[in-house]
């Protein structure tokens, strides 16, 4: 009896959960102004959606779930100017991760038009001072399968960069095996390496909170990416 009410409850909740998912890929989740702060930031990614801040790594990156969709989101920081958002659709027993992609490939040509370049696993947009990305993510080490949309703005490229000089310069330690509990983009909470200690700390050298972002050029940005 408990098996077959248990059955029940799924065949009612798959088609619930489908609802949920095509809900979400509706619309492209929205980007945020670049160069505001770390603060302004949070304030903005929760207000008026279900986001909530989950963690914060001060001055780098601002770590949000969603309490009503499998969606994830991280705010991508240099010195506490927001230059980068990542958006993240986890593979679930509903959707696949390569459905997830196509709705938000979908989604992202219907708003946008099409794409500066497309490929299997990757379609890039030039849009007014951002970029666009929908990327299909497979699983590497840890983290979960899913669709990811990604927006990039001035100081990205840049920040990204200089986090690459600081890992070559002093490698991170090896990140701790994942044993469970919170995931952020799919991959354990515990395995996100702090920076080293040898790097100067952000905070010291941040730029006035008015410092206006330096202008980025998005047909270059998506050349690159499109090879």
Known sequence: MINRTA????????????????????ALPRVLPWGITGAEASTQLTAGDDLRIVTTRAGREIYAVSSKT??????ILSRDMLVGLLYFHA????????????????TAERIHGPPYCRRPDHAVWALDGTVLEVRLRRPRGDGA???EIRYTGPGYEAEMAR?????????????????????????????????????????????????????????????????
Request: hydrophobic share 50%.
């Open 163 to 227: 986090r690459a000089a600081v890992t070559a310069a002093a490698p991170r330690p090896r990140p701790r095996p994942a044993a469970g509990g919170r995931r952020l983009l799919g991959v354990s909470a515990d395995s996100v390496a702090p920076e080293p200690a040898t790097a100067a700390p952000d905070s010291a050298t941040a730029p006035p909170p008015a410092a206006a972002p330096v202008p980025v050029d998005p047909q270059a940005a998506v050349r690159a990416l499109c090879g």
């Open 91 to 106: 593979e679930n027993a509903v959707v696949s991760a390569r459905d997830l992609f196509a709705q938000a490939l979908a």
């Open 70 to 75: 499998p969606m994830q989101a991280v705010a």
């Open 7 to 26: 059955r029940l409850a799924a065949l009612v909740l798959i088609p619930l959960l489908s609802a949920t998912a095509a809900r979400a890929q509706e």
């Open 145 to 147: 399968r899913g669709a």
